[in-house]
């Protein structure tokens, strides 16, 4: 008769703990660094979309400007350095039609348009650009002619939600009825 002769297979109970250990922790670190991934694709888009508004925003200053007839002088605003008036009807009294303005907010602040209703001879405004940190208008004016602007530099700081990673834009404009 012939012996059967054993092999040995199988694991055995510690065998199996060991690499259950093992791949519990390399489970865990891929979840880790998968939570990482996404909390950073989140801030990105939040961050994203606040610029992408802000680009519009100023992009649509920058129109307005270029296309005006006049803007207001450094000295016919409440806060030259925040805001900005622009006619853009080109009337004989040089009145401004629309404004453009910033103001600070906690957390962070807001860019406005206001446009004038010549009707009720009231502002009405619109929040252009949320999670404003800063904004500034610095005029140029042309040579020779007092009070007559040229040009607008424009910067702005916008952040995410949260109000952190702060990011800067900037842009100019001539006024091409001016040249």
């Not at 040089?94 to 001879?121: C, H, N």
Request: a positive charge.
């Amino acid at each position: 008769m012939k012996k059967i002769r054993k092999i040995p297979g199988g694991f055995t109970l510690i065998e199996l703990i060991v690499s259950m250990v093992l791949l519990a922790a390399l489970m865990t670190a891929v979840a880790v660094a998968f939570n990482a991934s996404i909390k950073n694709y989140h801030d990105n888009l939040a961050l994203s979309k606040n610029i992408n508004t802000a680009r519009a925003a100023l992009m649509r200053i920058t129109n307005d400007i270029r296309t005006a007839y006049g803007i207001a002088s450094a000295d016919d605003e409440d806060d030259p350095s925040t805001q900005c008036g622009i006619d853009v009807n080109g009337d004989a009294a040089r009145m401004v039609d629309i404004r453009y303005r910033f103001e600070a907010g906690v957390p962070t602040g807001k860019l406005f348009l206001d446009q004038r209703d010549f009707s009720s001879g009231t502002w009405k405004s619109y929040v252009l650009c949320e999670n404003v940190t800063s904004m500034t208008f610095n005029r140029a004016e042309v040579p020779g002619s007092p009070g007559m602007i040229r040009n607008v530099r424009i910067t702005m700081t916008v952040t995410d939600d949260k109000g952190q990673l702060p990011t800067k834009l900037a842009t100019a404009a001539v006024i091409r009825r001016n040249l």
